[in-house]
Each structure stands twice: as C-alpha cells, then as structure tokens.
C-alpha cells in the first residue's frame, strides 16, 4: 500500500506565497512523474504542475513564472513553492504519483486525499 500525504495549505492574501509539501511512504519501489493538481469549487480537478523522475517540469499556463516544483527522490518527497498568489489560485490541491510497488504489480496512480488553499484579500 502507498499513501500520499499533503501539508501546507491554508489562508492567505493575494501576493503572499505558500509552499505545499507531499510526502510518499509504503511499498515504494521507486516513484514515476509525480505532480499536483487543484480543484477550485464547481471547476474539474486540473493539472498545476508536474515533474519527471529526472527532475524535467511541466507548468500550467496560469502558475508559469509564479510557482516552482520540485522533489527530492531520495526522500519521495514532492514540493510545491507558490508565489504571488492569486485569488483564483483558491481550491483543494492534490499531490499525484506514479508508483512502481513491485515488477509483479507494475505501476500505479495513487492520489492524497488533497490540501485546501484559500488566497482572499
């Protein structure tokens, strides 16, 4: 079993800056393209960023310029650093990974149960 557990989120004003933790533990053989999404109310769950194993990095076209991720393998690990927030930044975040547990069992998606950010004035 894998588990994915996110930390970070919480209130803050338009321009402030919150970084966003993932922490990956069970049977992990080693970890895939890991990434975050969000899911503002009433809006599907969308992709924010992502990043490969080799540390190469994906961005939305709305956080591009503003928010870095990053990992640490060694750790399994997934960070994600926002700056100059925006209100409509504000939604549930995920942490998403690609797990190899086994050979037999292969690669598999596993998801945290997400971290809620609110940026308001």
């Known amino acids: 079993q894998v588990q994915l557990v996110e930390s970070g989120g919480g209130l803050v004003q338009p321009g402030g800056s919150l970084r966003l933790s993932c922490a990956a533990s069970?049977?992990?053989?080693?970890?895939?393209?890991m990434g975050w999404y969000r899911q503002a109310p009433g809006n599907q769950r969308e992709l924010v960023a992502s990043?490969?194993?080799?540390?190469?990095?994906n961005y939305a076209d709305s956080v591009k310029g503003r928010f870095t991720i990053s990992r640490d393998n060694a750790k399994n690990t997934l960070i994600l650093q926002m700056n100059v927030l925006e209100t409509e930044d504000t939604g549930v975040y995920y942490c998403?990974?690609?797990?190899?547990?086994?050979?037999?069992?292969?690669?598999?998606?596993?998801w945290g149960e997400g971290t809620l950010v609110t940026v308001s004035p």
């Open positions: 998403n990974a690609y797990v190899r547990v086994s050979p037999e069992i292969g690669t598999k998606a596993y």
């Open positions: 990043i490969t194993s080799g540390g190469s990095a």
């Open positions: 069970g049977s992990i053989d080693s970890i895939n393209a």
